[in-house]
């Protein structure tokens, strides 16, 4: 299949005003033996409400896209608008702004600040950007179970404690677009499953986008929709 | 801005987790910012206190009529120049003695007295003229100068010529280690009837120089109010000496500031990342650290400022002996700074700390909010730094020639100096990886070639405390070298000097006379050798002269660094003069040729047939024929005098001739106790020194243990895979401390030639432009054993903490490495 | 009032030259020329009446006694008829009886003020020295008083000679002078053979005057040179205590009457008694007749308020035995010198019943 959606998935998508559009994304890496291209003109939507897995082998290149649509990183070529901001024509500092304020990150590791305790950590995205509510955080930590938690320091907590107050982190700011890449990775089956339920839960009650890179087809197929991300390019599946 | 402040409260977090960190960084900071601040304490006191000296009388500003060839002159200049309408103010200065202790003798003229003089301003000069003048007169000090004499208001102490001073009455605004006192009580004092050392200019009178010159013709010189004064320029060389010192001290302080704020950036690398990611802009975080560094600079500097102060207050009492001996300065003993000293030390702590925190404010500008995980790229990295090492090791080598080709000034002596050592630090990694290199090739053992493979990963973490190390050995190699082989030559040269078994200073020279003529009849005293002094001014600097009687002790004993061959003979017939070492060098004159010095009367040429060493002494020195000193110097002092004696006669000529002529004495001492005297002046100028360069060493030592410490985290991760695979953790525990100590020991190792490197330039190029003698260059071995050993300790103790964590890690904690939960 | 002084000596010392040394001296009001006059005296000399003058030996100083001083006023005119005063005076304190010695042990304190008065302009400035070194001092043969590089010497040097020629300077930032004077009547012995009484209660001076001198030289205000001609009187006094202890100041007139005649009034005033007055009328041939003191009225008409004081600047003065009615004024009402005492000197003119000039003194306002 070629590069992007059909023509009625183009339609269903764009109904429902999409809050995330990327378009011809490309990107390469140089190394001493030249440029290697990792994305090669990749495009999609999201809606607000809507969760999109992105799967593929390890090095597919999963985790770059999710860099340039996190806007942590700049794209060769291509676009990506969200909320109807170009990301592409920000500069640093209104991107910045828009990392602050309407997207929250999981990553594999290494999420928290280890000096902050769990409290600290879960309301630091929102303080930053000012959005800070702490009847929302109360209910976030209650709904992920962190209560007990809230007094320790990250380096006392398992990978899956770890992971929630990520997320928890993630949403207190309630963002318009939730990324996470591999956010079970480091994680077992069981207590994956458990994050990824919540995670779930919490997105639908927010209302934000969810765009989630994993290699796992068990959790993809937990998501709405899933693509696959293949020599660079697209494949929905 | 909330961005930056939630920034700054997520960078300030790490140090509640890590307070150990902190404290080395404050502590850091803190002790370089004392260092420094306290030796620009005791410079600036001192700077204090010889202006004091002369704005007391004057009021700073005034300008002052000398003796054009410096000493005193005849106070019908004084009543000549007011009557022909100068107006002008005498003044009479000279050193007088109370028990032990020396004082300055100020005569002043309170009704021609300048309106601007601290003295005038705080007492009318009428209630002064009525002091004066009423009953016995009074005699002005500063409390705490009557505090040092030991004296109460009303007290009239003795000089040593036998003169009463007037009842002593307090008066804030005297000058330090002075007494004020009416110029004709002066004159008395001092046995100088009719004479003057200075007239001030009133401050409000029109500059007539015509005028002057015309009435005084060339017996005056003037000085202008802004001169240097010729104390501030005497010592100079002693302040820049302490200020390198203090300069050195702080450089090595911030290698600790340096290495614990790195190792912090290194720590907190991920948080900046996670922050960068949640959206924090780059500029936010820059002035969120640079807030940070901020906050650090006024904690640290304000508590480093006032270290300052209690080092300075410790340190002064030697200094303020030393300056009085040498110079015969007096300065006073209470510290007593202004607001700018304080804002200075601070300024200088914001300084070393943004310094040492640049690097890390640019990696934070650039930082990309992701990270790439490269986990093996150290390597890389490593060969980076150290390639990057050699370069600026390299190009402090080219600055530190450069140092030397510049000339034979005592700045460019100290930039080499400093240029040498930076380059020496700059290199000790490279060489050390070197080192380390070759290890690995040469072990078999496994564990061994680990010992040396790990051992470079180690370098660059403790590469700035290692540095800092090397800098401080090689400063006490190079300072110890040096004050060891000026004791060694000073003794020897004090007994060659010093020849006479008793050495006399009569009160007036009538009583000289009496004196002499008693000493001719008595059959112990072999010889009488008179050691008048003069004094003049050759080209910007004042001179000594001291007349020298033909007697084979000069001849056997007086040591002389050039010679014509006919030296004493020469000496006493013909116009002939010894100069001393630095007079020679000053003047560029060497032996044969001829110099002008300026007499009572006339400018006499006379040759140079001898140079000899002068230790300690600021002035230039010429050594005359006695009888052509009576005849050129009206002036010469015609007091002191040499006697030599059997020794064990000694001690019953000195009491006989303390009983017979009690009062004619002014000063009788044998040549054992001025010896003493002479070695203990000595001892305390150098005392400051030593002090400094031990506290260097401390400082050093301190962030050797800071850096360990802090690294001691990484090291459990890289120990961790070694220790899984079965080595036992006190084994791996002690190859860290061998690892450390054999670091130190390189470090001590290269140490050594360096600080003989800093003992040369010390001895042959600072030394010589700072004050103009030049020391033989000594090697003291049994030095170099000291420091290795020193070095080895300090290297163990900084170590033994760290160690001894490691030796007692929990497995779990070893454990956690793997388990990516770190 | 020491303090008093000193604030409005500085004011004053601004539109004036050097010698900010006064404000310094404020405490030597209690020394100073008020003080002195006053107060103990113990140790010191008295002056005795029947004691005869010499010359030229009283031109010299008088170390046992507390306070002397030489003093010469001069009323003169330029080419154009402008008038002119100038005033110079030396004091010598003495800070402890019998102290003259040679060298800086020396007791006393010289004190010199010369002023330049015209009509618009009153300069005035201060010297002050001490005495054993040579800086100040008065020779008696040949006659020389000087203090820094002003003088009041004789210009024939031979050894009988007094004061009958005389050169007159002073010099200053703003201002200087040099006069000829030039005697042209004999030396008058005031008072009694120059005892001359000062207070009912006996305090005395000796006092003598030469009234007699003619003058001539160079003024130079702020540099600009104007030669002048007139009259000059000279003043010689000394004593140990010429105040009594209720006196505060007096009022001193010395009157050139046109036709050759002369006239010292002293008006010695008490804090509750009344004013002690004396004069000397002197004829053109200096034959003195010494004047009663109901034969003397003096008294005040105009005040003027002048350094923060109310100053008597007209006067009318009368001599019942002589037929003498007249009203004085001030060339400068504003002859005030800012010294150290403080006080106003300065040439007048006046007229009535007879015409001529002289200078006025009033001290202890």
């Not at chain 2, 080709?405 to 000790?428: V, W």
């Not at chain 3, 004085?328 to 010198?337: A, E, G, K, V």
Request: aromatic share 8%; hydrophobic share 45%; proline share 5%.
């Amino acid at each position: 299949m070629s590069i992007h959606a059909t023509p009625e998935h183009l339609e269903a998508t764009w109904k429902a005003a999409p809050m995330l559009r990327v378009e011809g994304l490309c990107k390469s890496y140089s190394t001493p033996q030249g440029a290697i291209p990792v994305l090669r003109g990749v495009g999609f939507t999201l809606a607000a409400g809507a969760s999109l897995a992105l799967t593929g082998e390890s090095g597919s290149g999963k985790s770059t896209l999710l860099h340039l649509v996190g806007a942590l990183d700049d794209a060769d070529a291509g676009e990506i608008f969200l909320d109807d901001a170009r990301l592409t024509l920000l500069s640093e500092h209104a991107r910045a702004a828009v990392r602050r304020e309407k997207i929250g990150v999981v990553f594999q590791q290494f999420n928290l600040i280890p000096s902050l305790t769990v409290t600290e950590n879960l309301g630091f995205q929102a303080r930053l950007a000012g959005r800070y509510d702490s009847a929302w955080q109360d209910e976030l930590t209650h709904r992920l179970g962190l209560t007990e938690l809230s007094g320790r320091y990250p380096e006392e907590l398992s990978g899956g404690q770890q992971q929630r107050v990520a997320i928890g982190r993630a949403l207190a700011v309630r963002p318009k677009l939730l990324l996470a890449d591999e956010p079970t990775g480091n994680l077992d089956e069981a207590s994956g499953d458990k994050v990824m339920t919540l995670a779930l839960d919490l997105v639908a009650a927010t209302g934000c986008g969810f765009l989630m890179a994993t290699h796992s087809e068990r959790l993809a197929a937990r998501l709405q929709r899933r693509v696959r991300l293949e020599s660079g390019l697209l494949a929905p599946q | 801005m909330k961005q930056t402040l939630w920034t700054l409260a997520a960078l300030l977090s790490h140090w509640r987790r890590r307070p150990g960190n902190l404290a080395t960084l404050v502590a850091g900071l803190a002790v370089a910012t004392a260092l420094w601040s306290g030796v620009q304490a005791l410079n600036a006191q001192a700077r204090m206190s010889y202006d004091a000296a002369t704005a007391a009388i004057s009021g700073g500003g005034a300008r002052t009529l000398v003796a054009a060839r410096g000493g005193l002159f005849d106070q019908d200049l004084f009543v000549k120049l007011r009557r022909a309408g100068v107006d002008v103010s005498p003044v009479l200065e000279g050193a007088a003695r109370i028990g032990d202790k020396t004082i300055r003798i100020i005569g002043v003229e309170p009704v021609s007295l300048p309106r601007a003089s601290p003295i005038a301003h705080k007492r009318k000069r009428a209630d002064v003229l009525e002091d004066f003048f009423s009953g016995e007169g009074r005699g002005f000090a500063a409390p705490q100068t009557m505090r040092r004499l030991g004296l109460a208001e009303g007290a009239q102490p003795q000089t040593e010529r036998g003169r009463r001073l007037p009842p002593l009455a307090a008066l804030a605004e005297a000058p330090p280690g002075a007494i004020v006192v009416d110029i004709g009580v002066a004159q008395r004092l001092l046995d100088r009837p009719g004479a003057l050392s200075r007239l001030v200019i009133a401050d409000d009178a029109a500059p007539d120089d015509e005028r002057v010159k015309r009435v005084a013709g060339e017996a005056l010189r003037l000085v202008a109010a802004d001169d240097e004064s010729e104390l501030a320029r005497l010592t100079d060389s002693f302040h820049l000496n302490l200020t390198a010192f203090g300069f050195l001290a702080f450089l090595v302080g911030l290698f600790i500031v340096h290495a614990a704020y790195g190792l912090a950036f290194e720590q907190r690398l991920p948080t900046l990342r996670t922050l960068r990611a949640l959206g924090v802009a780059p500029p936010n975080l820059v002035v969120a650290m640079a807030c940070e560094v901020a906050v650090l600079t006024l904690v640290a500097g304000g508590a480093g400022v006032i270290g300052g102060y209690a080092i300075a207050q410790a340190l002064l009492p030697d200094v303020a002996k030393s300056l009085e001996s040498l110079y015969g300065a007096q300065i006073s003993e209470s510290l007593s700074l202004d607001l700018r000293w304080f804002l200075s030390g601070l300024v200088m702590a914001g300084a070393g700390a943004v310094l040492a925190a640049a690097s890390g404010f640019a990696k934070a500008l650039r930082l990309p909010p992701l990270s790439v995980a490269r986990p093996i790229a150290w390597r890389a990295e490593h060969h980076r730094y150290l390639r990057r090492q050699a370069a600026l090791a390299f190009l402090a080598l080219v600055a530190a020639a450069c140092a030397y080709g510049s000339g034979e000034g005592l700045a460019s002596g100290f930039a080499m100096i400093g240029c040498s050592l930076l380059a020496a630090a700059l290199f000790l990694p490279v060489a050390l990886a070197g080192a380390l290199a070759l290890g690995e090739r040469l072990a078999r053992r496994p564990l061994a070639r680990w010992f040396f493979a790990d051992g470079r990963q180690e370098i660059s973490g403790l590469s700035l405390a290692l540095m800092a190390l090397l800098i401080a050995l090689a400063a006490n190699i190079g300072v110890g070298g040096m004050v060891e082989g000026f004791r060694q030559t000073f003794t020897r040269w004090l007994d060659a000097r010093l020849a006479a078994e008793i050495y006399f200073e009569a009160a007036t020279p009538a009583d000289a006379r009496d004196i002499e003529a008693w000493m001719r009849m008595q059959k112990d005293i072999s010889a009488i050798l008179p050691v008048w002094r003069a004094k003049t001014r050759i080209g910007e600097g004042p001179v000594e002269i001291v007349g020298m009687t033909p007697h084979e002790t000069y001849a056997a004993h007086f040591p002389l660094l050039e010679a014509a061959p006919d030296v004493w003979t020469a000496l006493h017939a013909e116009d002939a003069v010894l100069v001393s070492e630095q007079l020679a060098r000053r003047r560029g004159v060497g032996l044969g040729a001829v110099i002008g010095i300026p007499t009572s009367t006339q400018v006499w040429r006379a040759r140079i047939v001898g140079i000899f060493p002068d230790y300690g002494n600021p002035k230039g020195q010429l050594r005359i024929d006695h009888e052509r000193l009576k005849r050129y110097f009206d002036d010469a002092s015609g007091v002191h005098y040499g006697l030599r004696i059997a020794s064990d006669a000694t001690a019953r000529v000195i009491d006989n001739m303390q009983r017979r002529f009690d009062g004619k004495i002014a000063r009788i001492i044998d040549q054992s106790e001025l010896k003493g005297l002479s070695t203990d002046v000595f001892e305390r100028t150098f005392a400051v020194t030593t002090a400094l360069s031990t506290l260097t060493l401390v400082v050093s030592g301190v962030a050797l243990f800071a850096s360990l410490l802090t690294l001691s985290d990484m090291r459990q991760a890289r120990i961790a895979p070694v220790w899984a695979l079965g080595a036992t953790r006190r084994k791996l525990a002690g190859l860290e401390l061998m690892r450390v100590m054999a670091f130190a020991a390189v470090a001590a190792i290269c140490a050594t030639p360096l600080g003989l490197f800093m003992t040369w330039c010390l001895v042959a190029i600072v030394n010589v432009a700072a004050f103009g003698w030049r020391l033989p260059f000594h090697v003291f071995p049994s030095q170099w054993l000291v420091v290795f050993l020193i070095a080895l300790c300090a290297a163990f103790l900084a170590a033994l903490v760290p160690v001894a964590r490691l030796a007692r890690a929990a497995p779990t904690d070893l454990l956690k490495v793997f388990s990516n939960e770190r | 009032m020491g303090a008093a002084l000193s604030r409005r000596s500085a004011l004053l010392l601004a539109l004036s030259s050097t010698s900010a040394l006064a404000q310094d001296f404020g405490g030597l009001g209690a020394l100073g020329a008020l003080g002195a006059l006053g107060g103990n005296a113990t140790g010191f000399a008295f002056p005795k009446p029947g004691t005869p003058l010499v010359f030229p030996k009283d031109h010299g100083a008088h170390p046992e006694f507390r306070t002397e001083w030489w003093y010469v006023t001069a009323n003169l005119k330029d080419a154009d008829g402008a008038s002119y005063g100038v005033q110079w005076t030396l004091f010598r304190f003495a800070m402890a009886p019998n102290s003259a010695r040679a060298g800086w042990d020396d007791r006393n304190l010289w004190m010199a003020h010369a002023a330049a008065t015209s009509a618009g302009e009153h300069l005035y400035a201060q010297k002050f020295a001490r005495g054993g070194i040579g800086q100040a001092g008065v020779e008696a043969s040949p006659f020389r008083a000087y203090i820094d590089d002003w003088l009041l010497e004789t210009r024939n040097v031979t050894a009988s000679a007094g004061i009958e020629q005389l050169r007159v300077s002073a010099y200053d930032g703003i201002f200087a002078y040099t006069l000829d004077l030039a005697a042209k009547g004999p030396i008058v012995l005031q008072g009694e053979g120059g005892y001359s009484r000062k207070s009912d209660a006996g305090q005395a001076s000796y006092y003598y005057s030469q009234p007699f001198f003619t003058a001539e030289g160079v003024v130079a205000f702020h540099g600009r040179k104007t030669q002048v001609s007139g009259r000059a009187w000279m003043d010689r006094e000394w004593s140990s205590q010429p105040l009594g202890p209720d006196q505060k100041g007096w009022d001193w007139f010395a009157l050139h009457l046109d036709g050759g005649a002369g006239l010292m009034l002293y008006r010695m005033r008490g804090i509750k008694a009344a004013p002690f007055l004396f004069g000397n009328w002197i004829d053109d041939e200096g034959a003195t007749s010494p004047l009663a003191r109901d034969d003397i009225a003096i008294e005040p008409l105009e005040t003027m308020r002048i350094a923060d004081r109310d100053m008597p600047i007209r006067w009318r003065v009368r001599i019942g035995s002589r037929g003498v009615d007249i009203r004085t004024q001030p060339l400068n009402p504003r002859s005030w010198m800012g010294t150290d005492p403080a006080y106003w000197e300065g040439p007048i003119r006046f007229s009535g019943s007879h015409k001529g000039e002289g200078y006025l003194e009033m001290t202890g306002y």
